[in-house]
């Protein structure tokens, strides 16, 4: 009898040491797998902040060159609109309001290029991904002045530029670009 107390006292140490291993092997497989996640979110962010120096170095140069601007602008505002996708399955890496900066930005050089079609998806895209709006140092609303910008051949502007939060540039060019579009 002692015999069997023994052999089941060694089957029963036998299966507790495996099943502690296991557990020691499962923690540890969830630690490395944490360390590759936080690698991969390390990894993301550099890329995510090198893209968009890059775009904002084309803006950079875009301003500063005449004959050039609109590919430049049209090149940075890709560059910034491809930025925000390396991060779009975690937005939370990276703070909103820095997203809604870049996002306008990317709006603004499209706009800036004549690329009003890409101009108009990219809004929509802003529109539907953030909740808010940005103000500029004016006090005139991003999405009012986009808004107005992109629609501004409409029929239904007439004399609705001082109803909506625009910059005073916009409204004044609007009405210049209405005034001449008439004679």
């Given at each position: ?45 550099r890329s995510y ?37 390396l991060i779009r ?95």
């Amino acid at each position: 009898m002692k015999i069997k107390n023994y052999q089941f006292l060694i089957i029963a140490f036998t299966c507790a040491t495996l099943s502690a291993c296991n557990v020691i092997d499962n923690n540890h497989s969830a630690r490395i797998q944490t360390k590759i996640n936080d690698i991969k979110i390390s990894n993301n962010l550099r890329s995510y902040s090198e893209c968009i120096e890059d775009g904002k170095n084309f803006d950079s140069l875009a301003s500063s060159k005449y004959s050039e601007a609109d590919s430049l602008y049209n090149k940075s505002a890709k560059i910034l609109y491809d930025c925000d996708l390396l991060i779009r399955e975690n937005p939370y890496m990276i703070d909103e309001g820095e997203r809604m900066k870049n996002a306008a930005l990317s709006i603004q050089n499209y706009i800036k290029a004549g690329n009003l079609i890409q101009a108009s998806l990219n809004f929509q895209d802003f529109q539907n991904t953030f909740d808010k709006d940005l103000i500029y140092r004016d006090g005139s609303s991003f999405t009012e002045n986009v808004k107005t910008i992109l629609s501004h051949n409409s029929a239904n502007l007439h004399n609705k530029f001082a109803l909506t939060n625009n910059s005073r540039l916009v409204r004044s060019e609007l009405k210049r670009a209405d005034y001449w579009s008439k004679n």
